[in-house]
């Protein structure tokens, strides 16, 4: 027998072993789930359908609440309505921690708004809030800057002429120009070609992220990293994008008036300025850097996209449309913007706007969370920092409160009487301590983008709305809608 086989044995007697010994002592308390290999976890329970997929099968033997091994380390799934809301609203203190997404974990490394934890997370959050409400969310100033976004975007609709045209790049546009003037205190022009670098860098990394080669690397970054892959692409565009981050804070520090802060990163630097003999500030530059990357890629292509989602589905559903444009022209008419005001005398608008942000699903299995602490969740124990994936799709989906989870249908959201009707599993901005923060702009700019295209416009496609496709391009940490050509037609 030669030293190969031998060494081939070994290995495999090796690897028996770890199996006999393996997982149980670590599960011990944590909710059931497919027994793990050691080392690849459930890697044999994963389809090429991606995580969704793979967490909605298991959940068929398991139930709401239970355990996958993402490679080597165990990771809690809560699935539908219920087991959401009654860890991330009834024990929200101990589920309020956020986990890594690996892909994205060489930049942020925990620093920022979004994936910081414990005290820095707190202090970064009240801030951000703070000085988002400051410059523009809930005040009338940021109905305005939609307003204004809004009036460009008709202009360069009206340019087209009714061709066809892939809308992507213009909805990104619209709603970085939003974020841009908070963050940035400045919109850019549609033709600006750092603004268009940026822009298309966010699609790419978004895209990239949702891919199925990013969910494998969820399983198996230790390893994976060491090699090429979507994973350095990934690194590389969020570096490029942080470079001009960088950037434009020297710009904002040589420029700073103490009496008049222009934005995010005006008031920021006050802060850091007030802080610097704190050796345990937060506000520090690293902070700075990751905050307003967090910010700005997640105020831009999260609502451009559900934009993108929303159009498609109005070329596939015209009738549904049509009756927008009715609503709109019954409350708003022709001649003037519409406003925030409006929206409370729209309920079928607000409705399709619900039903368009539900349908689209944008990041299915949400952003993960881990427990702060030892906690009791459901008569399982689970241990401090345990991930958490509060699959959002499930609430999005959940039969139990939408009729026909998976038709596109406004009614969901609509009562007997036509009013509209809140439903506690809609969640597209997730729920709890760790709830969007900048779910007020984008439900804002959602309303009045929206209403501003349809009262202009009426919407027309090369295809057929029968043979329009509307499965994602892409479905892993996002949902990506297919690229279409739509015509903007005015009325």
């Not at 036509?418 to 809609?426: D, I, M, Q, R």
Request: proline letters at 7%.
């Amino acid at each position: 027998m030669g030293p190969s086989v031998l060494l081939l044995l070994a290995l495999l007697v090796g690897f028996v072993l770890l199996l006999v010994r393996g997982y149980p002592k670590a599960r011990g308390h944590l909710p059931p789930g497919p027994r793990p290999l050691p080392l690849l976890g459930n890697l044999l329970q994963m389809d090429r359908g991606g995580f969704l997929n793979s967490f909605r099968r298991i959940r068929e033997k398991y139930g709401d609440v239970f355990t996958v091994h993402l490679g080597p380390r165990p990771v809690v799934m809560l699935y539908g309505t219920e087991a959401i809301r009654e860890a991330l609203v009834d024990q929200a203190e101990a589920f309020s921690g956020r986990g890594t997404i690996a892909v994205v974990e060489p930049i942020f490394r925990g620093y920022g708004v979004v994936f910081a934890n414990g005290e820095r997370w707190k202090a970064l959050r009240r801030f951000s809030l703070v000085t988002m409400r400051d410059f523009g969310m809930g005040k009338r100033s940021v109905e305005e800057r939609i307003q204004e976004e809004a009036r460009c975007l008709v202009e360069e609709f009206r340019k087209s002429q009714g061709a066809p045209l892939d809308p992507t790049f213009l909805f990104q546009c619209i709603t970085a120009n939003i974020i841009c003037s908070i963050v940035f205190g400045e919109r850019y022009d549609y033709k600006d070609r750092q603004f268009l670098r940026l822009l298309d860098l966010f699609y790419r990394t978004f895209s990239l992220m949702s891919s199925f080669s990013s969910q494998v690397f969820e399983l198996y970054s230790g390893f994976m990293k060491y090699f090429p892959g979507a994973h350095r692409q990934i690194t590389r565009n969020l570096q490029e994008i942080l470079d001009y981050v960088g950037q434009s804070v020297e710009k904002h520090r040589a420029t700073l008036d103490p009496s008049n802060p222009r934005d995010f990163i005006d008031t920021y630097l006050l802060r850091m300025e007030k802080e610097k003999s704190n050796q345990h500030t937060e506000f520090h530059h690293q902070n700075l850097l990751i905050s307003v990357l967090s910010l700005f890629f997640a105020g831009t292509e999260t609502t451009s996209t559900t934009l993108r989602y929303g159009f498609l589905l109005m070329l596939k559903y015209p009738h549904v449309a049509e009756k927008v444009q009715k609503e709109i022209d019954q409350v708003i008419g022709p001649h003037r913007l519409p406003t925030l005001e409006d929206r409370t005398k729209m309920p079928y608008t607000d409705a399709v706007i619900y039903e368009i942000q539900r349908f689209s699903d944008l990041i299915p299995i949400g952003v993960p969370h881990k427990v702060t602490k030892d906690t009791l969740f459901r008569g399982y124990l689970l241990p401090k920092n345990t991930e958490v994936y509060p699959i959002l799709s499930s609430a999005l989906n959940d039969p139990q409160y939408f009729e026909q989870p998976d038709t596109f249908n406004p009614d969901h959201f609509l009562d007997a009487n036509g009013a509209l009707k809140k439903s506690e599993a809609f969640m597209p901005f997730s729920i709890g301590k760790r709830i969007c923060l900048g779910e007020g702009i984008a439900r804002n700019e959602l309303f009045l983008f929206f209403t501003t295209i349809l009262q202009n416009f009426s919407l027309s496609s090369p295809v057929a709305p029968k043979d329009i496709d509307l499965c994602p391009k892409e479905s892993g940490f996002g949902k990506l809608p297919p690229t279409y050509q739509i015509c903007f037609l005015a009325r």
